[in-house]
């Protein structure tokens, strides 16, 4: 089925439209990359299709846009079914870990490695640092729970655990470059370190990963930016 | 097979209360089980040992965690009854995404409605206010968020409805005023058996609310 209705609006540095292409990817779903020029503007397609956020990733599938990157995976995992492997597991409650591990790196993971990046104060810096470490051991036993001793937390394929956290991939090797710290250690976090190497290697992920030193770049100019607007003001 | 359900919970939460009006949609029994969140039971932090958290889902003795993954597994599992989630995968992202926006937007804005004062609490209440604008005109004219019967985003935003109260006494506004439609859709729900039993009354979450604001030294 020829899918040349499938858009996706987002930038090269999100994380987030990341997730999108990867499970894009997984499907063989080709698809109309559109990158957005954030923050110095928005298009005018991305005001319409994400009215209430105005973020990027949006899939415009056909007419309909959908919003937030992890609804976005659910709903290609749903939509393209064909395809060899699902995304989230057939079992209700396998669904439901995953569901609950993709929400912890999204509301507990992920805002503590922002906070990291842009910490002002070395006080701020130690303390994000501890957050993101005591996360990777946490996500470490997630790991052995849902691998079941196999590549990836969807077991012999990429699942939706493994896109939610896969995705954030580079900019965790940006800000532990910038820390001076292996975030991802092979002394806390062995199963991760051999995991984020087979992600990476996967097929459907290693043509659409960010250049870290690119990403590495774009992390510098950003928390410059986010701190200069959060400076008080003379 | 003998299915066992315990729910963890806490009464005033909106959060288990999505759960409990999920389980009461399907007509399932289950244990409800009230927690002292100053003195977490044993049960709750062995089951919920990343958030230490209510509510918990305890289906045969295992645990599912947040409440909208608990909604989402329980319209699964028991799917032959009262379908929550729409079954089109546009629909049921649409239903995803204004669930989430609840999560987002709802719950922190009327936290700060009740939390701050001054000119932090204006700011907070018009925010609220808007919030409730936008979700008020997803609904539009439908009965329902789900339609023609509650559905996902029904159950994930009405338990909000057992605190405006709380969230009005505290900003001195009136919601009604501002989103009629909503305060009708809420009352819509309320006629339904599995929202009445699960909701407690506003004026007790009010007082509950006040004892909270004591605690925090707010006011």
């Not at chain 1, 994400?50 to 976005?72: A, D, R």
């Not at chain 1, 064909?82 to 597991?89: D, F, G």
């Not at chain 1, 912890?104 to 990046?117: I, S």
Request: with cysteine; net charge negative; glycine share 6%.
């Amino acid at each position: 089925m020829a899918e040349s209705n499938v858009m996706v609006l987002g930038t090269w540095a999100s994380p987030f439209v990341l997730r999108v292409k990867i499970a894009l990817h997984l499907k063989s779903v080709n698809y109309e990359n559109h990158e957005e020029n954030l923050p110095e503007s928005k298009s005018d397609l991305l005001l319409k299709s994400n009215p209430v956020y105005k973020k990027v990733p949006v899939l415009i599938h056909g007419h309909n846009p959908i919003c937030e990157s992890l609804i976005i995976v659910e709903y290609i995992d749903e939509v393209w079914t064909t395809s060899a492997s699902s995304i989230l597991p057939s079992d209700a409650y396998e669904r439901a870990q995953s569901r609950f591990w993709a929400a912890y790196v999204e509301d507990k993971f992920f805002p503590a490695l922002r906070r990291l990046l842009i910490g002002a104060t070395e006080e701020d810096k130690k303390a994000a640092l501890a957050e993101v470490v005591e996360g990777t051991v946490v996500l470490e036993g997630a790991f052995g729970e849902l691998s079941k001793g196999k590549a990836f937390f969807g077991g012999d394929n990429i699942g939706f655990v493994d896109i939610a956290l896969g995705s954030l991939l580079g900019w965790i090797e940006v800000i532990g470059k910038q820390c001076e710290t292996k975030l991802v250690s092979e002394a806390k976090t062995p199963r991760l370190v051999q995991w984020a190497d087979c992600f990476s290697a996967h097929e459907a992920v290693k043509d659409v990963l960010p250049e870290v030193d690119k990403l590495a770049d774009f992390g510098l100019k950003l928390r410059a930016k986010i701190l200069k607007a959060l400076a008080p003001t003379n | 097979m003998a299915e066992e359900v315990v729910l963890l919970d806490f009464w005033p939460s909106p959060f288990g209360m999505r759960s409990r009006i999920g389980l009461a949609e399907k007509g399932i029994k289950y244990e409800y089980k009230e927690e002292d969140l100053r003195n977490k039971s044993a049960l709750l932090l062995q089951m919920n040992p990343v958030h230490k958290k209510i509510p918990v889902l305890i289906h045969n003795g295992k645990p599912v965690c947040e409440s909208l993954i608990q909604v989402q597994y329980i319209d699964e599992v028991w799917h032959d009854k009262a379908p929550l989630l729409p079954s089109d995968p546009y629909q049921k992202a649409t239903a995803r995404f204004w669930a989430d926006y609840v999560d987002k937007k709802i719950y922190d804005l009327g936290s700060r409605v009740w939390k701050t004062k001054g000119e932090e609490q204006a700011t907070a209440k018009k925010e609220f206010i808007e919030s409730l604008k936008l979700i008020e005109k997803e609904l539009g004219d439908k009965p329902y968020f789900g339609g023609e019967s509650l559905g996902y985003v029904d159950v994930a935003f009405i338990p909000f409805y057992s605190w405006f109260y709380a969230y009005e006494k505290c900003g001195n506004f009136s919601i009604e005023a501002e989103c009629p439609k909503l305060i009708a859709w809420a009352k819509r729900c309320m006629q339904k058996e599995s929202v009445a039993k699960s909701l407690p009354d506003q004026q007790k979450v009010y007082d509950f609310i006040l004892q909270m604001k004591k605690h925090f030294g707010i006011e």
